[in-house]
């Protein structure tokens, strides 16, 4: 439902000046006479986005913020401060609320950002936690998922596939990478990886009014998403292109400035993998044959 949704929501709402940057992008913009202010939401579920019982409510803390700031670490934005709501199940709300709130805290501490509001209720469902993260914009510098060019190598930041085994709860945003690139390189546009590398690839390219082909020899594959393949190539691909939640980002980069920015992040951070091209659709490369390649990945009911 949610992409379809999303379009209906985003001809819906009203339009206003001071959204520079409205639904549909990993955050918004909202336009001030200082700096530009990015926010971003995300709810995690239990039964959906984790399991209680297995993560453990601190590290269901620490996912709640991380996946929001990937988001505005997608934007190029410099994090500011958080708001925390949770619905919390009846039996034993407190502690858990407790253990939830040290997750976050934890995580919060580690990129600076303030814990400035939230809410809590109690309900007979199950866990629900809901972040807001707002950041700002820094020296004008924002990267959208609607900026890619033809012809822009398509770069992932990090090895893919596999996070089911304990990356989805445990990544750490690209903060890292963003400080280092943000006024050195241009980056004409960026997405984080939360549903999958080929069906992220293929927002950002429709977003961006253009194609994306992948040389499925350079996508960069995690030991995880070998593991979960038992060592079969072909499976530990379709992990690494579908599995999602790796939270890497996808930058949209000219050719000209990748070996700055290895320079900048080092080889590690950067992998080639594809390029944005007129064509629309995803596709593989083989030798001079483009072939369809399915968007496959988590798809929001
Ligand atoms: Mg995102």
New binding site residues.
Partial sequence: MEQSFVAWAKMRARRLPQVKLGIGD?AAIIATNASDIVVTTDSIMDGVHFRLQEAGPRRVGRKAVSVNL??LA?MGAQPLAIFLSLCLPRNDAQTLAAEIYEGVCEQSEKFQVALAGGDTNCWDGPLVVHVTAVGKVVDDVIWTRSGAKIGDAVIVTGALGGSLLGKHLDFVPRFDLVEKIRTRVEIHGA??I?DGLSIDLLRMADASGCGAVLDLTQVPITPAAWKMAAGASDQALAHALGDGEDFELILAVPAKEIDKLRGLIGMQNVHVVGEFISRTGLWSRHGSQYRQLPATGYVHQ
Avoid: Q, R, T
């Fill in positions: 990993d990937s988001d997608a997405m984080d939360s």
